[in-house]
């Protein structure tokens, strides 16, 4: 029905940059959201960003480093990671808030992407 495909992770030095991008395909008929979340070993799933069509949120750990965006025609979300440190360290997971559209039915549901890791380290 959809998919979320995330691209950009890898290893980078501290201070450096990355930038995350998650597609949704499929059955879409409207995004209510998207966002990323990450996850360190041993940690739960924390909320970095999300994103919809009037306003923007970051967590204060990442304020003023990472900028959330969207090109809304492509279904497609970013995560500009700037001055990157250590701690940023995780798998980085995108979720979409959508409305799926299929020949007999019409719902809401929230998709996941599979996940990209994230190594910041010297």
């Known amino acids: 029905q959809v998919q979320l495909v995330e691209s950009g992770g890898g290893l980078v030095q501290p201070g450096g940059s990355l930038r995350l991008s998650c597609t949704a395909s499929g059955s879409i008929a409207k995004v209510y959201s998207m966002a990323w979340h990450r996850q360190a070993p041993g940690q739960q799933r924390d909320l970095v960003a999300r994103i919809t069509s009037s306003s923007s949120y970051h967590t204060d750990s990442v304020k003023g480093r990472f900028t959330i965006s969207t090109d809304n025609r492509e279904n497609t979300t970013y995560l500009q990671m700037n001055s990157l440190k250590p701690e940023d360290t995780a798998v980085y997971y995108c979720?979409?808030?959508?409305?799926?559209?299929?020949?007999?039915?019409?719902?809401?549901?929230?998709?996941w992407g599979q996940g990209t890791q994230v190594t910041v380290s010297s």
């Open positions: 979720n979409a808030d959508l409305v799926v559209k299929l020949p007999n039915r019409i719902f809401r549901a929230e998709y």
